[in-house]
T-cell receptor, first 116, second 116 residues
Framework: GAGVSQSPSNKVTEKGKDVELRCDPISGHTALYWYRQSLGQGLEFLIYFQGNSAPDKSGLPSDRFSAERTGGSVSTLTIQRTQQEDSAVYLC??????????????FGPGTRLTVL | AQKITQTQPGMFVQEKEAVTLDCTYDTSDPSYGLFWYKQPSSGEMIFLIYQGSYDQQNATEGRYSLNFQKARKSANLVISASQLGDSAMYFCAMAARQTGANNLFFGTGTRLTVIP
């Protein structure tokens, strides 16, 4: 079956430009997560969507970062006025329900963002 | 707050031997889940094994087992009969239930290299 997909796989942009990263979760999964992985580091939580509930935005590093999830499925992570420190791999994951219930997260292949 | 600590940045193991990857955690929540993920050089995150804090027995999944010592707050991953394909980064992660936090807190990872 289809896993989590992300697009683009690679994105190179100039400092100051806006970027949009897309995530298609596994069909039927109600929970969706965005993480960031900087070079040689672990994953850093950004935002979590669960069904129609208000998202948990506690991990967003600044107000330049925002995300939305339309129709309970596809999600878009937007970074405005990109900075060089935004360069990282952005990973999306989905799970059947919330992870605190023991449901593992299935990850997409990630989008490698490079800000020049 | 939750914290995951992986003290081994790199580990080597001979093919066909067993290896233990260390993970300690800290949380004030009595109910939590512990996860291990594998990240090969291709970048995708692959779920390996899950342990709930109230599970009486250590989790096992094929060649993977989790040595869960609740009093010591450790959740070490044991890989038996190592294979060359096991060479990858391994991340320990935790989700806490009662705080309502469904996002995973990740450790910094351990790079495992299997030697032929």
């Amino acid at each position: 079956g289809a896993g989590v997909s992300q697009s683009p796989s690679n994105k190179v942009t100039e400092k100051g430009k806006d970027v949009e990263l897309r995530c298609d979760p596994i069909s039927g999964h109600t929970a969706l997560y965005w993480y960031r992985q900087s070079l040689g580091q672990g994953l850093e939580f950004l935002i979590y969507f669960q069904g129609n509930s208000a998202p948990d935005k506690s991990g967003l590093p600044s107000d330049r970062f925002s995300a939305e999830r339309t129709g309970g499925s596809v999600s878009t992570l937007t970074i405005q006025r990109t900075q060089q420190e935004d360069s990282a791999v952005y990973l999306c994951a989905s799970s059947f329900r919330g992870t605190s219930g023991g449901y593992e997260q299935f990850f997409g292949p990630g989008t490698r963002l490079t800000v020049l | 707050a939750q914290k995951i600590t992986q003290t081994q940045p790199g580990m080597f193991v001979q093919e066909k031997e067993a290896v233990t990857l260390d993970c300690t955690y800290d949380t004030s929540d009595p109910s939590y889940g512990l996860f291990w993920y594998k990240q090969p050089s291709s970048g995708e995150m692959i779920f390996l094994i899950y342990q709930g804090s109230y599970d009486q027995q250590n989790a096992t999944e094929g060649r993977y087992s989790l040595n869960f010592q609740k009093a010591r707050k450790s959740a070490n991953l044991v890989i038996s009969a190592s294979q060359l394909g096991d060479s990858a980064m391994y991340f320990c992660a935790m989700a806490a239930r009662q705080t309502g936090a469904n996002n995973l807190f990740f450790g910094t990872g351990t790079r495992l290299t299997v030697i032929p």
